[in-house]
Nanobody
Framework: QVQLVESGGGLVQAGGSLRLSCLASGRTFNRYAVGWFRQAPGKEREFTATISRDGGITNYAVSVKGRFTISRDNAKNTVYLQMSSLEPDDTAVYYC????????????????????WGQGTQVTVSS
């Protein structure tokens, strides 16, 4: 079982940057693909970015591609989401999620694929 804790959210002006962290418990974190999702007020939770268990494969939502970068440090049991050129539409609660995979080349873009979720961290971008 994996427990996930997000951190790094906050208030930032449009055009600014933030780095979110997702710290996982457990000794087998390198066997899990990880995704970031976000949910804005009154909207559905949406896929943002995902990374394979070894970090070799990444995928992004169209809305964040070129502005956000997902990465991981398995030695630290941590996945990061570096967010740049932030826009007011990026305002949301950001969640990380993890699911066990049996191949290094697998990522998931659907929330239904993930078994473990963190509690979320609020990101607010002011205009």
């Amino acid at each position: 079982q994996v427990q996930l804790v997000e951190s790094g959210g906050g208030l930032v002006q449009a055009g600014g940057s933030l780095r979110l962290s997702c710290l996982a418990s457990g000794r087998t974190f390198n066997r899990y693909a990880v995704g970031w999702f976000r949910q804005a007020p009154g909207k559905e939770r949406e896929f943002t970015a995902t990374i394979s268990r070894d970090g070799g494969i990444t995928n992004y939502a169209v809305s964040v591609k070129g502005r956000f970068t997902i990465s991981r440090d398995n030695a630290k049991n941590t996945v990061y989401l570096q967010m740049s050129s932030l826009e007011p539409d990026d305002t949301a609660v950001y969640y990380c999620a993890a699911d066990r995979t049996y191949s290094s080349g697998i990522t998931f873009q659907s929330a239904d694929e993930y078994e473990y979720w963190g509690q979320g961290t609020q990101v607010t971008v002011s205009s």
